[in-house]
C-alpha cells in the first residue's frame, strides 16, 4: 500500500500564491507519474498538471501560466506551484501517484484531498 499526504492548502486572496505538497510513503517500489486533480462544489474531478518520473509535464490550459507542478524523486514528494490565483480554482486538490510493484502491476492512489479557497 502507498499512502499520499497532501498539504499547503488554505484560504488566499484573488492573485495570491499557494504551493501545495504530496509526499507519498509505504510499500513504495517505483512511482510513474504523478499528478493533481481538483474538484469544484457541483463539478467534475478535473485534471490540474502531471509529471512524469523523468519530469515530463502536462499542464491543463486552465492553469497553464499560472502553476508549475514539479517533484521530489528522492522523496517520493510532488508539488504545485499556483500563482495569480483566480476565485475559479476554488477547489478540493487531489493528489495522485501511478506505482508500478516489482511485479510490474501499476496501480493509482490518491491522496485525501486539500481544499484551496480563493477569495475575490
Known amino acids: 500500500q502507498v499512502q499520499l499526504v497532501e498539504s499547503g492548502g488554505g484560504l488566499v486572496q484573488a492573485g495570491g500564491s499557494l504551493r501545495l505538497s504530496c509526499a507519498a510513503s509505504g510499500n513504495i517500489f517505483s512511482i510513474n507519474a504523478m499528478g493533481w486533480y481538483r474538484q469544484a462544489p457541483g463539478k467534475q474531478r478535473e485534471l490540474v498538471a502531471t509529471?512524469?518520473?523523468?519530469?515530463?509535464?502536462n499542464i491543463a490550459d486552465s492553469v497553464k501560466g499560472r502553476f508549475t507542478i514539479s517533484r521530489d524523486n528522492a522523496k517520493n514528494t510532488v508539488y504545485l506551484q499556483s500563482h495569480s490565483l483566480k476565485p475559479e480554482d476554488t477547489a478540493v486538490y487531489y493528489c495522485?501517484?501511478?506505482?508500478?510493484?516489482?511485479?510490474?502491476?501499476?496501480?493509482?492512489?490518491w491522496g485525501q484531498g486539500t481544499q484551496v479557497t480563493v477569495s475575490s
Open positions: 495522485a501517484a501511478n506505482h508500478r510493484n516489482r511485479l510490474g502491476i501499476t496501480r493509482d492512489y
Open positions: 509529471i512524469t518520473s523523468s519530469g515530463s509535464t
